[in-house]
Structures are given as C-alpha cells and as structure tokens.
C-alpha cells in the first residue's frame, strides 16, 4: 500500500513543520500550505488522503475552508481534519457543522493521532475499491475539473479536436459493436476525463500517467493498466474482440493522432495500419467518419 499522502493546512510556520515530522515519522508523506485557496488547487492536483486544516489559515477560518471543501467532496471522498491549539465544546461544535470528519487539538499525541487519520484513509480506500469504473471517472471528472468550465476544443501540439465530435464517435462507436450499457458508460466517461485534463497536464499520455499515480491500488488503476499498458508507453488491444479496454484504447488513440495534426481519416487510417486494431471497432468509427463528410458536403 503505499504512504497516505496528507494535507496540513496552517498559517503558523512552526506548527506546519511540527506536524511534518511528527507525521513523516510514521511514513505519512505530508504536504504543507497555508492558505485554503491553495489547499483546493493542492487537492484538485493530487491524490490527498486526509487534510487537515487548522482553525486559523491566512486566507479564511479552517471552518470555513472545511464547509467550501464540502460543497464538492462529501466525507468519505475527502476526509478532513479541524485542528485548534486549544478545546472548547464551542470549537468541537463548529468543526462537526462545518463537515470535519475529526476535530483534534493541542497537545498533539501523534502516535493517536495517527492511529484516526489512517481510519480515514482506509475508510476512503475502501469506497474506491468499491466503486464501478463508470462511478470512479464520474466523481474524478467532477473533483478533478471543480469549478472549473470543462474545455469544449482540446488542443494539441499541432492539431485540435472538439469535444462533443469525440464523446459522439466514442457514443456510436461502442453502441456499434455491441457493447454492454456500463461498458458503454465507461468508455465515454474515460474519454470525457481524460479529454478534460489534456490543457492541464498537455497530452493523452501525461494525463493517463497522472491518472495511473491517481488511482494506485483502485480498481480505475487496474482498469487504466489494461487500457494503457506497459507502463504508460503504448496502448494495450484486443484485435479479435470488441472489448471495453479494445474502444477506450482505441479512442484515445485516434484522439491522440488528431491533436498531433492528422485528419480524422488520416488518424483512422495511421491506427488500422498496424494491424493491432479490432476490425469491427475500426469499421465501425469509419461509417461515423464517412457519415460526417457526407453531412458535411450537404450542409457545408
């Protein structure tokens, strides 16, 4: 398993590199911050366990911080901590209704301390690992993007792709060949994250080696292994089955090709080339593509 990876989030210096080697002691990699606006693009980015904000930040109260936290996370997916240098039953109070999962205080015992912060991460590992695919890319795309407005063109090195074009080639392409209902789900919900993600971390493969660190020991990791494999360098298919893996695969690799520069028949006809390909996944994206410029002629 690897280390819970914490959040501390303090205006006091002092305090923040307390609760580093207190925590680092017992192999917890702990990031500090002291602002809470930071805290939320800290854990948009990375995969946090457990934060742990304390009651006096720079930027807004811990209380505060807290209850923006849960207006996109509810406490399973990301548990949080109110930390205050002293006890009051008017701060335990505050902490619980802002949505703290735990209100802590001074002095710290950082072996128990330990101890209820690693409940927590088992608690959230747990939800993942039991989670369907299709749930776990829905919450990512929600937590990940936040309030952010998801991009509607995706831009690439030498060529840009719109999204709705790649979410209806994925729609038909899966109902094509016959694919289940949840199957469908995830195909189109992998292909929408990760589309959503490219400006962020600048290609398909930097966002499937983001996601790979992401979803490490989750049944999405297991899931993006198949799809993506060989530690992150090639695209894994199945030539003789339409398969969930064989699609997804299959899309981010044609999306891949257009953001390079290629036209979508360019890109189509580069990726069958190989021979590595399903030929009823492959024909069934070039009637969409034919389909296309046939519209495209008429209506100009």
């Known amino acids: 398993m690897r280390p819970p990876k914490l959040l501390f989030v303090c205006s006091d210096g002092k305090a923040r590199e307390r609760f580093k080697r207190g925590l680092a002691a017992y192999g917890c990699d702990v990031v500090l911050c002291y602002r809470a606006e930071e805290a939320f693009r800290i854990i948009r980015t990375y995969r946090i366990d457990v934060v742990i904000f304390s009651v006096e930040l720079q ?162 990791r297991t899931e993006l292994d198949r799809v993506f494999g060989n530690e992150g360098k090639r695209f894994s298919l199945d030539v003789d089955h339409a398969t969930t893996d064989g699609a997804c695969a299959l899309m981010l690799m044609f999306c891949e090709e257009i953001l390079d520069g290629y036209t979508p028949s360019e890109a189509l006809s580069r990726i069958s080339a190989d021979g590595s390909v399903n030929h009823d996944e492959v024909e069934a994206l070039r009637r969409v593509l034919i389909a296309d410029d046939f519209m495209s002629n008429i209506f100009g």
């Open 59 to 220: 930027d807004m109260s811990g209380y505060e911080a807290c209850r923006r936290l849960r207006e996109h996370y509810n406490i399973v997916e990301q548990p949080a901590v109110i930390y205050s240098t002293h006890d009051s039953p008017e701060e335990r109070l505050a902490a619980f209704r802002s949505g703290a999962n735990i209100f802590t205080f001074e002095p710290i015992l950082f072996d128990r301390l330990y101890y209820v912060l690693m409940l927590l991460v088992r608690g959230k590992r747990m939800m993942q690992r039991s989670m369907s695919l299709d749930q776990v890319l829905r919450v990512a795309d929600r937590q990940i993007i936040g309030n952010d407005e998801p991009p509607t063109k995706i831009e690439g090195p030498h060529g840009m792709l719109e999204k709705s074009d790649a979410l209806r080639w994925t729609d038909v392409l899966t109902q094509s060949v016959d694919l289940e209902q949840q199957s469908q789900a995830i195909v189109h919900e992998m292909v929408n994250l990760t589309l959503d993600l490219v400006p962020r971390y600048g290609s398909i493969e930097g966002v499937l080696a983001y996601l790979g660190d992401l979803w490490e020991g989750t049944t999405a």
